[in-house]
């Protein structure tokens, strides 16, 4: 299995920036692919943006021009990150890492804890 920890939500002012940091360790060679995804209050969780490993992103039309996912691989870990420029209220959601994973003919979907974005004068 991958476990997954995230941080780096808060508050922050319209216009503003914030940068999430999601952790993987564990069973990281099996990773295909990673993301960010957000859920407001009685809303879906919906796809913000996700990376391939072959490093290819797609993103949502919100999160297009304003947002950047990237990662970085360690030794034992894969960090994804999702920079986030230019703030609106509306982006305040909770906002979840994803990892999709596939070993031994099984694909694997895990999710982060959630970090709290408020976007708010």
């Known amino acids: 299995q991958v476990q997954l920890v995230e941080s780096g939500g808060g508050l922050v002012q319209p216009g503003g920036s914030l940068r999430l940091s999601c952790v993987a360790s564990?069973?990281?060679?099996?990773?295909?692919?990673m993301g960010w995804y957000r859920q407001a209050p009685g809303k879906e969780r919906d796809l913000v943006a996700g990376?391939?490993?072959?490093?290819?992103?797609?993103?949502a039309d919100s999160a297009k021009g304003r947002f950047t996912i990237s990662r970085d691989n360690a030794y034992n870990t894969v960090t994804v990150y999702l920079q986030m420029d230019s703030l609106k209220p509306e982006d305040t959601a909770v906002y979840y890492c994803?990892?999709?994973?596939?070993?031994?003919?099984?694909?694997?979907?895990?999710w982060g804890q959630g970090t709290q974005v408020t976007v708010s004068s």
């Open positions: 990376i391939n490993n072959d490093g290819s992103t797609n993103y």
């Open positions: 564990g069973r990281i060679f099996s990773i295909n692919t």
């Open positions: 994803n990892v999709r994973s596939r070993f031994l003919g099984y694909t694997y979907t895990n």
